[in-house]
């Protein structure tokens, strides 16, 4: 399947521009230009100092559809390298193939006279969601968005929630050869994570089994002390309410020890149209805050399981299914929106 060239320049431009969460501002530009350059009226909208949403629509119109995606990705930077027909880097399927695919769909679109979409573009997805968090709050509702993560272009049926709590244990330091005098706050955590470790977590039919991974871990100052404090933090993928998973960690807490949520939203189960291939998410996406805008259809070219690796890549083929998909999906969506009224 051929992908245009004009295409592959952007995509290359993209993944060599840095764009790791807080550092948005250099791809928000450049989609501005691309965007101001095929006739859309874009407008921008501060997140944080630096850190804009990127809002396209055409002039005089209110979308009955976005495509939308997250314009950052995680760390480390990796540079543009194409090897045959798979293209590598940073970003390459999360989400930036993705973005390209999107763009030239709506060129296409357009070009068949259809053009009561637009596109929302933010920040800070990898980490907090602060860009669909504000997004969400504008007088921008429409009918449907389309909501670009790498799923091998499947629609997804159903996304799994998350919960991120950091736990903090306190200790009392002493001489490692007279631990009565002392508490250690690492033993403190690790019977707390060992109980949580043990526990049967829910299951649903759809989205399966609840997930739990101790992503980080530190504490102490000193083989022979005591530690005086230790601190982990754990990520949920869920399958059920938040407040069930963090009602379960608070039961596993042992004296000293406390939780702290840094982040959370609840499962999802989409509406997906009838005709295409589905799949289930095991990871998170901005799909539980922007749904306040519109009905969520989440699919995308590009692997999850390639994503955030040293190896991260997207295939021409792959790129040029998500420029037909959204091309096909766009088009539906926007005859049924328009029959509905």
């Not at 759809?206 to 991974?213: I, K, R, S």
């Not at 407040?243 to 989409?270: H, K, S, W, Y």
């Amino acid at each position: 399947m051929n992908v245009p060239e004009h295409c592959l320049d952007l995509l290359r431009e993209l993944i060599d521009t840095p764009s790791t969460t807080g550092d948005e501002a250099g791809i928000a530009a450049i989609l501005s230009r691309v965007l101001e350059a095929d006739g859309y009226r874009v407008t921008s909208h501060e997140v944080a100092p630096c850190r804009d949403n990127i809002l396209a629509i055409s002039e005089g119109e209110r979308p009955r559809l976005y495509f939308s995606t997250h314009i950052d990705t995680v760390p480390p930077f990796i540079p543009y390298r194409r090897e045959g027909d798979t293209i590598f880097g940073r970003g390459a399927c999360d989400t930036k193939g993705g973005i390209v695919a999107m763009l030239e769909a709506g060129r296409r679109l357009r070009e068949r006279g259809i053009g009561d979409f637009g596109f929302l573009f933010v920040v800070g997805e990898e980490v907090d969601h602060s860009g669909a968090k504000a997004a969400a709050r504008l007088p921008i509702a429409t009918s449907d968005i389309l909501l670009c993560e790498p799923t091998v272009c499947s629609v997804i049926a159903a996304q799994k929630g998350v919960v991120k709590v950091r736990l903090d244990a306190e200790g009392r330091a002493a001489h490692s050869g007279f631990p009565h005098r002392g508490v250690s706050a690492v033993d403190r955590l690790l019977t707390t994570l060992e109980a949580l470790r043990c526990r049967d977590w829910p299951r649903h039919d759809v989205l399966g089994e609840t997930f739990f991974n101790v992503g980080l871990i530190g504490g102490g100052v000193a083989a022979n002390v005591l530690a005086p404090a230790a601190s982990a933090e754990l990520m949920f993928r869920t399958v059920g309410p938040s407040a069930d998973v963090l009602a379960a960690i608070d039961a596993a807490l042992v004296e000293g020890v406390q939780r702290t949520v840094l982040t959370e939203n609840g499962p999802e189960l989409f509406d997906v149209p009838y005709g295409y291939e589905t799949g289930v998410a095991n990871f998170n996406t901005d799909a539980s805050f922007l749904k306040a805008l519109g009905r969520i259809l989440l699919v995308g070219p590009g692997d999850i399981e390639v994503a955030h690796s040293s190896n991260e890549h997207i295939t021409m083929e792959q790129i040029a299914l998500g420029i037909q998909l959204y091309e096909r999906l766009g088009a539906e969506l926007l005859e049924s929106s328009l029959a509905a009224g």
